[in-house]
């Protein structure tokens, strides 16, 4: 039933093959690689099972689904050898000088619409296999995957014995095989360190940015191990503790905080002042741009996003509003209409809250880190800079408890013992139907007093 699944190339081929020593055994396995045999015994396994009829229907199923991505995946890595070929016809031409690219892997990368790694390894193969090894992959004979993993095994300097105990590895074995074959000379390592970088890519929707980058392996270890220690400072005893990735990501945050925060000292000579004077005009650290058309109709769920365009919500615009002051510019066109600072929390109340309250005021807490004021009843929300409507959070319970994690600062519970409430739950709009009335009649008559004693 699956015979025909079998990638068999032409009988010439096959015959070739035979001759080369690679198919031994059975007379099916002198024209195979294992390869082929392995695959091979996934579409058997399939065919027996479906017409045996001792199996029940699911098990013939997913037996069959098996085959069938097996087969696939076959297509797949076939269709890559054939690419493979084609780009080493286009390098032997100097197709991508010619066409007007900069490198090869541009040509391949915009030809093929992909991603640049897959077209590095497509021009990395097509420099490096002979015209048959790329013949195997485009017949079915090798696997695509695992001749780019034997490939870079050869180039790392493995000999041919380490290279032919690599096919009883899965890939990810053979991944770490090469890291510990692969040599390190100091100009590698110079090199490492010259092509370190560290890039923030928003996202195609604006919602996040993705932080990427290569570092060396020294300063990688430095940068998890601090940022581990700090991470596991940040949040307070008793708190659910977020995911290493996450305490990561919250101790660089504050880490570049510290930096942004940090006093600069007084300036001694003219040119430090002048310095200082144009660090002053640059912009603010933090700073949120409304589209006030878009955003005060939807409560800052749209029209917001930071300077630098990568989008943010209302939580963003409340924690901003907490940490700086509050401008309002008024564009039309080209022409500035309207700009200037509007009523926000004086630096001397900011500090005589800080001074009462003495410490995070959440029930429990005893950290000190980054103690930030905030307001209860948030500015959005008609919230005002009165010292009632102000108390004092650590950096974790303001950032990531409330402004982060949406939870809210009880009014109503004591001033130096405030309790989180958790989120506002979000409905349905879902309301179940009035009981109709015989229903509230027999209920009433259930809760009315008599005067009757009891017996």
């Known amino acids: 039933m699956y015979g025909y699944l079998l990638d068999f190339p032409d009988?010439?081929?096959?015959?070739?093959?035979?001759?080369?020593?690679?198919?031994?055994?059975?007379?099916?396995?002198?024209?195979?690689?294992?390869?082929?045999?392995?695959?091979?015994?996934?579409?058997?396994?399939?065919?027996?099972?479906?017409?045996?009829?001792?199996?029940t229907h699911a098990d013939v199923e997913d037996a069959k689904s098996e085959a069938a991505l097996v087969r696939a995946e076959a297509q797949a890595s076939r269709a890559r050898g054939d690419q493979i070929g084609w780009v080493r016809h286009m390098l032997r031409g100097a197709a991508a000088a010619r066409l007007g690219y900069r490198s090869p892997v541009e040509m391949v990368a915009s030809r093929l619409d992909t991603k640049r790694s897959v077209a590095t390894e497509l021009?990395?193969?097509?420099?490096?296999?002979?015209?048959?090894?790329?013949?195997?992959?485009?017949?079915?004979?090798?696997?695509?995957?695992?001749?780019?993993?034997?490939?870079?095994?050869?180039?790392?300097?493995?000999?041919?014995?380490?290279?032919?105990?690599?096919?009883?590895?899965?890939?990810?074995?053979?991944?770490?095989?090469?890291?510990?074959?692969?040599?390190?000379?100091?100009?590698?390592?110079?090199?490492?360190?010259?092509?370190?970088?560290?890039?923030?890519?928003?996202?195609?929707?604006?919602?996040?940015?993705?932080?990427?980058?290569?570092?060396?392996?020294?300063?990688?270890?430095?940068?998890?191990?601090?940022?581990?220690?700090?991470?596991?400072?940040?949040?307070?005893?008793?708190?659910?503790?977020?995911?290493?990735?996450?305490?990561?990501?919250?101790?660089?945050?504050?880490?570049?905080?510290?930096?942004?925060?940090?006093?600069?000292e007084p300036a001694k000579t003219t040119a430090q002042r002048v310095r200082q004077a144009r660090r002053r005009r640059r912009e603010p650290a933090l700073m949120v741009v409304a589209n006030q058309a878009l955003a005060e109709p939807s409560g800052n769920e749209q029209g917001v996003a930071m300077l630098a365009g990568a989008r943010v919500?209302?939580?963003?615009?409340?924690?901003?509003?907490?940490?700086?002051?509050?401008?309002?510019?008024?564009?039309?066109?080209?022409?500035?209409?309207?700009?200037?600072?509007?009523?926000?929390?004086?630096?001397?109340?900011?500090?005589?809250?800080?001074?009462?309250?003495?410490?995070?005021?959440?029930?429990?807490?005893?950290?000190?880190?980054?103690?930030?004021?905030?307001?209860?009843?948030?500015?959005?929300?008609?919230?005002?800079h009165t010292a009632e409507n102000l108390t004092t959070l650590c950096w974790y319970h303001h950032h990531v408890a409330v402004h982060r994690r949406g939870m809210?600062?009880?009014?109503?519970?004591?001033t130096r013992r405030r309790r989180l409430l958790p989120p506002k739950a979000r409905t349905c709009g879902y309301q179940p139907p009035e009981p109709d009335p015989h229903t509230l009649a027999i209920l009433r008559a259930l809760h009315t007093a008599t005067d009757r004693a009891p017996p």
Not at 151 to 160: C, F, Y
Not at 168 to 192: I, Y
Not at 408 to 414: F, G, H, K, N
């Open 11 to 55: 009988h010439d081929t096959v015959q070739r093959r035979c001759l080369d020593g690679v198919g031994t055994g059975t007379s099916e396995d002198m024209f195979t690689t294992r390869y082929q045999r392995e695959r091979q015994r996934v579409y058997d396994r399939a065919s027996h099972m479906a017409d045996s009829g001792a199996y």
């Open 123 to 264: 021009v990395y193969l097509s420099e490096r296999l002979g015209d048959h090894q790329i013949a195997g992959i485009r017949s079915g004979a090798v696997s695509y995957e695992r001749a780019l993993a034997e490939t870079r095994l050869a180039d790392a300097g493995a000999s041919g014995e380490v290279i032919e105990g690599s096919r009883d590895l899965d890939l990810e074995e053979v991944g770490r095989l090469l890291r510990s074959h692969r040599k390190m000379s100091r100009a590698d390592e110079r090199a490492v360190f010259e092509d370190q970088y560290i890039s923030m890519q928003p996202s195609w929707d604006g919602s996040h940015v993705k932080v990427n980058g290569r570092l060396g392996a020294l300063e990688a270890d430095i940068c998890r191990q601090g940022l581990d220690r700090r991470g596991e400072r940040l949040v307070p005893s008793g708190e659910a503790r977020p995911d290493a990735g996450q305490r990561r990501a919250l101790a660089l945050t504050t880490m570049c905080q510290d930096e942004l925060d940090r006093t600069p």
């Open 313 to 384: 919500g209302p939580d963003t615009v409340d924690l901003v509003r907490c940490l700086g002051t509050t401008e309002v510019v008024t564009v039309a066109g080209q022409s500035i209409l309207q700009h200037g600072t509007t009523t926000s929390m004086r630096p001397s109340l900011r500090r005589a809250v800080l001074a009462r309250d003495d410490g995070c005021t959440i029930d429990g807490c005893v950290s000190t880190y980054r103690l930030e004021v905030h307001h209860i009843v948030p500015r959005s929300q008609g919230g005002t």
């Open 408 to 414: 809210r600062v009880d009014p109503q519970s004591p």
